[in-house]
Structure formats: C-alpha cells, structure tokens
C-alpha cells in the first residue's frame, strides 16, 4: 500500500478505502473505472477507483509509470485553483505489481457540466455561460494548462449569485507548457459542439487573446469537424450510430 495525503484527518479512510468504496451506493460513473460519492465524517468526497486490466499494463505502471491515481492527485495539487481539491491517492499491490489504485478529492457540488447547454438550445443563459466557459479556458490557458480530454462531462459548472464557477475533473492526462493559438484553439475540439456555439465561445475567446476573430473561428471549427470525423469513422467501423 502507498498513501499521499494532504490532510492527516483523513488518514483511516485512505487505509480503509478499499472497504468503504465497496460499502458505498451512490455511484455516479461506472465503465472501465468508477466513480462513487462517499460521505466521511459528515463530508461528501468523490473517490474514483482504478483498475488495471492485465500484467503488461500491471508492470508498467508499476515500474515505469505513475499510476493514474497519482497523475490525478499530483495534477490537481498542481492546479489546484481549477480542480476540486485533492485529498489522497492510494494504491495497493498484488503479487509485487500494482493492482488497484484510488483518487480521492472533495466533493465539488456542480449544478451541470457543459454538457447541458450544448445540447439544449433553451438551456438557461446559455450564452453568458459559454462566454463565461470561454473565460475560464483562458485562464486555464494563460496558466499553461492543457487538459487532454477537455470533453464536456468533464467541465463542471456551478452557479454563484450572477457569476459561474468552474472545476474540471478527469485530470490524470494533462500537459503542461506554454500553448500556442493553434493548440488553444484546438483544446475545444472535444467538446462536440455545434459549430454556432462554437463561434460563441471562440469569438469571446479571441475577445480575450486580441486573436483574429475570423482566424479563430474557423480554426476551430476545423478541429471539431476532424475531431467529429474520426471518432464517427470508428463508430461506423463498430456498427455504432454517428452523430452531427
């Protein structure tokens, strides 16, 4: 067992997380990993739980890379401004090999993802969100920040008063350095947006860069559409439905 903690008063559910993740209910995303909602001396934290599938991948991560777990922790430490905070990282063992590992970080009480206005043309002001969204990448941006699944259930949003705040999650795969237009404007493309919510953000945003507003748009719009295309072309490959 390895335990990374930024607050000692967590210390038993680092050690017992194994158990409290499996007593726990209120799952909130369950693929090749899962998300759970615990509730810890009167506090709800989001725990995420890691697998790992087979040897190659269990020899890897435990001789050569940082398990996912980690990634996460030591990302959101590093940005913490912009992720909820992190608590813990645990990882576990079997055999020598890692075999399991746990994110654990407060919990960030969103009223949505971006997800909700992108799809739902009524959605409430919809407009000042993405041009608030807009805002946010900048300063992600500015920062060095490029987030590597920049998708919009990963971009949560909370309503505060007249403004909106924003965490994002799912951080294990970032990078970090000084971003160029290009590579600005194409941190959007995962967000599947259509291409007249689009213009809204970029236009705001290129407001924010003194970027060429037409340059911008189109830009980026091109990035989306490849972005659609590609994952498309693989949905029709395994006799999936595809989407505009």
Known sequence: MKINLTDKSYT???HSIQSYFKDASNSIHKAR????IIEYNKKKLVVKSFKISNI???IVYTFFKDSKAKKSYDNAIKISAFTPKAIAYVEFQKLGLLDESY???ENFAYDFTIREPLLDENFEEREAIFQAFASFSH???EEGIYHLDYSPGNILIKKEKENYSFKIVDINRM???ELSLDERLKNFSKLWAKDEDMKIIVKAYAKLMNADEAYCINKAIAYSQKNKDIKNFKKRLK???VYD
Do not use: D, P, V, Y
């Open 12 to 14: 038993e559910l680092a």
């Open 33 to 36: 990993n899962e998300i759970k």
């Open 56 to 58: 190659l991948n269990k």
């Open 103 to 105: 994110f654990i970080s």
């Open 139 to 141: 300063q992600l941006h």
């Open 175 to 177: 990078k970090f350095k």
């Open 239 to 241: 006799g999936k439905k």
